[in-house]
């Protein structure tokens, strides 16, 4: 349980945020003064059974009154303080009984009271209802003849609202923490997508720059016409490559506007293939591309396209190959997304770097596959299988 302190606290999702929204546009009072509906309703109650029973309460009825107020303050602040509450009440009971007369309609103020402490009294003050029940029932019942049944039938109800209001401030407690884990993964899972998407693009189009940078340094003394196309290509693969991390980026600042043109900003899919293959030309790389199946839903689409980004950058990084395939096949259950190429294919012992694994955990979120190894004539392959009607796990 939580303890509620001074003012009273729901745990994120509940259901009571709601019920007292609807409370109060149906009783448009100030928050501070909800909880004094029922306290009228008791008070007035009360009051009226006093009076009813004027003649035999004689020359006590200024304190009767008294302790009538005493019960109905319990209950205003039974949320705020439900130690200090149920203790006055309980008081104030036990004095109304003792001294006055017992009431009718008193007790249901303590019973309240005594749920009050279970929900809201928090995990120490909450704890003292097993001890403190029964002693404001042997309080009220003293002195008064009655049978063995009558106080061990109001001892179990008064237990039973303590025990209620303590088990809902139990269950929803847990509710709150399985909610908070909930939110801690999905900010997790959050973070390494994002993780992912700067690796893809930094690395990607780092790369681009400097082989781009590399070749224009070696060929400016011989074709400087050469040198000037690609340093060009490497000023506008500089600007993608910013756009793209704005763009990455304003998922860390959920309230930053939109564009001035108001279109939204979207990651890319596989109709980019072009522009992205256009760049690894200039970059030196040939590639051949085979588009044979329909268009896939966003998610698998953002996701095939990275997979290819991140294939391409992968083969101009690390493998000297000249010719890359990029071949999209579809089947009736699955989409097949292999990228090979003809270079020196994987090192004796090769273990997977931040590339790969991004891909496997891409493949993974959308329920598919990912396999990555020698190419069968050669050179290093890399197959994405995406199910038909894959969606987010």
Do not use: K
Not at 8 to 18: D, F, M
Not at 44 to 54: D, F, I, N, P
Not at 64 to 81: H, I, S, Y
Not at 345 to 362: C, F, K, N, Q, V
């Amino acid at each position: 349980m939580t303890d509620t302190g001074p003012r009273t606290r729901y745990p994120a999702g509940s259901a009571e945020p709601r019920i007292a929204a609807v409370l109060r546009t149906l009783w448009p009072l100030p928050p501070a003064l909800n909880d004094a509906g029922p306290t009228a309703v008791l008070l007035v109650a009360m009051v009226v059974e006093r009076l009813g029973s004027a003649t035999r309460i004689g020359g006590r009825m200024p304190l009767a009154l008294t302790l009538t107020l005493l019960l109905a303050a319990a209950v205003v602040v039974r949320r705020r303080a439900p130690l200090a509450a149920y203790l006055v009440g309980t008081v104030a009971l036990t004095v109304e009984s003792q001294l006055v007369l017992p009431s009718v309609v008193s007790p249901y103020a303590n019973l309240l009271g005594a749920y009050a402490l279970g929900r809201y009294g928090g995990r120490g003050r909450a704890g003292y209802g097993p001890v403190i029940v029964p002693v404001g029932v042997a309080g009220y019942f003293l002195g008064h003849p009655t049978s063995t049944i009558m106080p061990i039938g109001v001892l179990a109800v008064w237990l039973a609202a303590w025990a209620l209001g303590w088990g809902t401030a139990h269950r929803l407690a847990e509710q709150a923490v399985e909610r908070r884990q909930a939110r801690e993964e999905l900010l997790a899972e959050e973070r390494a997508r994002i993780a992912r998407e700067v690796h893809d693009l930094v690395g990607h189009s780092l790369t681009l720059m400097l082989v781009q940078a590399g070749a224009a340094r070696r060929l400016i003394d011989r074709t400087p016409e050469r040198s000037r196309d690609l340093l060009r290509a490497l000023e506008h693969t500089g600007a993608d490559a910013l756009g793209e991390l704005d763009r990455v980026l304003g998922l860390l600042r959920r309230t930053e506007p939109q564009p001035a043109d108001g279109a939204p900003r979207t990651e890319p899919g596989l109709a980019e293939l072009p522009a992205l293959i256009g760049r690894m030309e200039h970059a030196g790389l040939h590639i051949t591309l085979r588009h044979d199946a329909p268009p896939l839903p966003p998610e698998q689409d953002r996701c095939a396209y990275r997979v290819v980004q991140e294939a391409l950058t992968n083969t101009l990084r690390h493998s000297g190959a000249e010719h890359a395939t990029v071949h999209i096949r579809a089947t009736p259950d699955t989409t097949a997304i292999e990228i090979r190429d003809d270079g020196t294919g994987p090192p004796p012992g090769h273990r997977p770097g931040r590339g790969l694994t991004g891909i496997a955990e891409r493949a993974a979120r959308l329920h598919g596959t990912a396999e990555h190894g020698p190419g069968p004539d050669g050179g290093f392959r890399v197959l994405l299988t995406l199910p038909s009607t894959g969606t987010p796990a």
